[in-house]
């Protein structure tokens, strides 16, 4: 079966920092780009970052600029997000996903969904 699966979500104090990761199984990652996206209570599902297929171009929203970073491994098939200076509107579920178009904004475009990683930021 082929999937993606988001983790390493948790509570963390503001300021802080985590790093999610999206492993793929069943399918091979490199061929394709993967978004960020996330979705806090109440609020529309939106993008976080991107990055391309062979990791040399990456795109951040404007509202994790700076903090957050995205990598990726594509022999272990894994992509990372690396998020540094947690807010507290950072709070949400993060989702990983991967589709053959670079930074769509588009959901439907996406081919691949992971089930989603909770990111608490709170004192």
């Known amino acids: 079966q082929s999937q993606l699966v988001d983790s390493g979500g948790g509570l963390v104090q503001p300021g802080g920092s985590l790093r999610l990761s999206c492993a793929a199984s069943?399918?091979?990652?490199?061929?394709?780009?993967i978004g960020w996206f996330r979705q806090a209570p109440g609020k529309e599902r939106e993008g976080v970052g991107c990055?391309?297929?062979?990791?040399?171009?990456?795109n951040f929203a404007d509202s994790v600029k700076g903090r957050f970073t995205i990598s990726r491994d594509n022999a272990k098939n894994t992509v990372y997000l690396q998020m540094n200076s947690l807010k507290p509107e950072d709070t949400a579920i993060y989702y990983c996903?991967?589709?053959?178009?670079?930074?769509?904004?588009?959901?439907?475009?996406?081919?691949?969904w992971g089930p989603g990683t909770q990111v608490t930021v709170s004192s």
């Open positions: 990055i391309s297929r062979d990791g040399v171009a990456t």
């Open positions: 069943g399918f091979a990652l490199r061929y394709y780009h």
């Open positions: 996903t991967a589709g053959y178009k670079f930074c769509s904004n588009v959901m439907s475009e996406y081919h691949y």
